[in-house]
C-alpha cells in the first residue's frame, strides 16, 4: 500500500490559559490569557488570507483543559498545531518556538491506535520541521530571538497528533502593553509564511497513523 | 423553690446564656488560630529539621557545580562553582546542593526558583530516580511561561547531574503531590533525564531515552519526561 499523504488545510490556533487563569501577569495589569487571544485574531485573519481554514481552542474567556483542547485539534484531519504564549522572563520582543525535546518513538504498527499520553512522539520530525521555519521567520523579525528552536517538555503539545509548536513571546514584564500589542502583527505575518512554506513539507510527507 | 431563688436562678441561666454567646465566638476564633499557627510551625520545623541534618554533617568542603540563569537573559543556565561542604551520601549531598540552589545566586536577577520555596524531602530509589519535594511555592510563585519553567526544572536537573552521580532520573513532587506542570506549562507527569552515565549504585532503567542533559549538552536542554510504563 501506497504511503498514506494529507494536505494541509487546517491550523489549529490555541491561545493558552483564559477564564480563572490568567497565566502570566505583567505589573502593568497584563494578562497573557487576553493578549494571546488578541494574538489569535490576528494569525487566524493572516492564514485565512491565504486560504487556510482555522479552528481556535477558545473563542473567548473560558479555560478549555489540556486535554479538550487536544481533542479538538486531533479531531482534524490534515491539520497542525499551534499554541500561543506570552511568558514571564527573557529579552523583551523576542520570540521562541518550542517543539518537545527528541524522543525515539516506537514504530506504530498498520491500523494501530495512538497512545494518548504519547500522542506527539511519532510527528516529532514534522513538529521540529514547522518550529524550525517558524523560528527562522521569527527571529528576522525579532532580533535577539534564537537562530534554533528550543525544545521543552510542554505538557500541551504532548498529547497532540499532529505537527505541533508552542510559540512564547517576551514577555508580560515590559511596562506597557503597548509594547506586546506592537510585536503581535509581525509575530501573525512570520507565523503565516511559515505556515505556506510548511504546507510543501507537509503535503509530501507520509502522516503517521493517517487512515487511507 | 421561691419566687425569689426562681428570679435568681433565671438571671444566672441568662447571664450563663449571654457570656457564652460572646465567649464561643472569641473561642472558635482562637482555635482557628492556634491551628493555623500549628499548621505554620510544623512546616517552619520540618524545614528547620531538615536544614539541620543537613548542616551539622562533618564533611569535607568541596566544589560544587551549580547553575542558575545566565547573565544574558537568553534563556540558558550558567555553571557557578562554589565550595561546599558536601556529604559523601548521595540523598544528604542532593538536599545540600539543592538548598544551596534554592538559596539563590549573589545576583538575585539569576535566580532560577523562587525565594519562598523549599526543599521539603529527597529520596534515592534503587533504580537511580531521586525524587525531589518541593513546596508548594515553587509552582506558585514562580514565573508562569515555558521559558521560565523550563529553566526552573533544567537548573535542578543539571546541579544534581553535577554532583550526585547516583541520580539518574528526576521526579519532582509538589507538596508530596504529583502535579500534572509545574506553573502551567511545563509537564512534571515523567521524570526528567538527568544522568545516563553508569553510577555503581544505580543499574540503567529498560528503555531509558538518550540524556539530553549530559555535560557536552547545550545549557537550557530538558530532556522530555519519560512516562512509566
Keep these: 500500500m501506497p504511503p498514506v499523504r494529507n494536505v494541509l488545510n487546517t491550523i489549529v490556533l490555541d491561545p493558552a490559559h483564559g477564564g480563572t487563569d490568567p497565566g502570566a501577569r505583567g505589573v502593568g495589569g497584563i494578562r497573557e490569557s487576553d493578549l494571546v487571544l488578541t494574538l489569535a485574531a490576528q494569525i487566524r485573519a493572516a492564514l485565512e488570507k491565504q486560504g487556510f481554514s482555522v479552528v481556535q481552542t477558545r473563542q473567548g474567556n473560558d479555560n478549555p483543559s489540556l486535554d479538550d483542547r487536544s481533542a479538538m485539534a486531533n479531531a482534524q484531519r490534515g491539520a497542525i498545531f499551534v499554541s500561543l504564549h506570552i511568558g514571564s522572563t527573557g529579552l523583551p520582543g523576542t520570540v521562541r518556538v518550542y517543539t518537545l525535546p527528541d524522543t525515539p518513538a516506537a514504530p506504530l504498527a498498520a491500523g494501530a491506535l495512538l497512545p494518548w499520553d504519547r500522542a506527539q512522539a511519532t510527528f516529532l520530525p514534522m513538529s521540529r520541521k514547522l518550529a524550525e521555519l517558524a523560528q527562522a521567520e521569527l527571529t528576522l523579525h525579532f532580533k535577539g530571538s534564537p537562530n534554533t528552536a528550543p525544545s521543552a517538555p510542554v505538557r500541551q503539545l504532548r498529547t497532540i497528533a499532529a505537527p505541533a509548536i508552542a510559540i512564547e513571546l517576551s514577555s508580560v514584564s515590559v511596562e506597557q502593553r503597548e509594547t506586546l500589542d506592537k510585536m503581535l502583527p509581525g509575530v501573525a505575518e512570520a507565523v503565516a509564511r511559515a505556515v505556506a512554506a510548511y504546507k510543501t513539507v507537509y503535503d509530501a510527507t507520509p502522516v503517521p497513523g493517517a487512515l487511507p | ?229
Design chain 2, 1 to 229: 423553690m421561691t419566687p425569689r431563688r426562681r428570679t435568681w436562678l433565671v438571671g444566672g441561666l441568662a447571664a450563663a446564656v449571654v457570656a457564652g454567646g460572646i465567649y464561643f465566638p472569641l473561642l472558635r476564633h482562637r482555635i482557628r488560630r492556634d491551628a493555623h499557627l500549628e499548621a505554620q510551625s510544623a512546616e517552619q520545623a520540618r524545614r528547620v529539621l531538615s536544614q539541620a541534618a543537613v548542616e551539622t554533617q562533618a564533611e569535607p568542603r568541596v566544589k560544587a557545580k551549580l547553575f542558575w540563569a545566565s547573565a544574558d537573559a537568553d534563556g540558558t543556565l550558567t555553571p557557578v562553582t562554589i565550595e561546599l561542604p558536601l556529604s559523601n551520601d548521595p540523598v544528604l549531598r542532593a538536599k545540600q546542593v539543592l538548598n544551596t540552589l534554592l538559596a539563590g545566586p549573589v545576583n538575585v536577577e539569576l535566580r532560577t526558583l523562587p525565594p519562598d520555596a523549599a526543599l521539603l524531602e529527597f529520596y534515592l530509589l534503587r533504580d537511580g530516580t531521586g525524587v525531589a519535594d518541593f513546596s508548594e511555592p515553587l509552582a506558585t510563585s514562580l514565573p508562569s511561561g515555558i521559558e521560565s519553567e523550563a529553566l526552573a526544572v533544567d537548573s535542578i536537573a543539571r546541579t544534581l547531574e553535577a554532583n550526585v552521580p547516583q541520580i539518574q532520573r528526576l521526579k519532582i513532587l509538589i507538596h508530596g503531590q504529583e502535579t500534572e506542570t509545574l506553573a502551567g506549562h511545563l509537564d512534571l507527569t515523567g521524570t526528567f533525564l538527568v544522568n545516563t552515565k553508569p553510577a555503581a549504585a544505580a543499574p540503567a532503567a529498560p528503555g531509558a531515552v538518550p540524556a539530553k542533559l549530559t555535560p557536552g549538552s547545550a545549557p537550557g536542554k530538558l530532556s522530555q519526561p519519560e512516562k512509566k510504563p
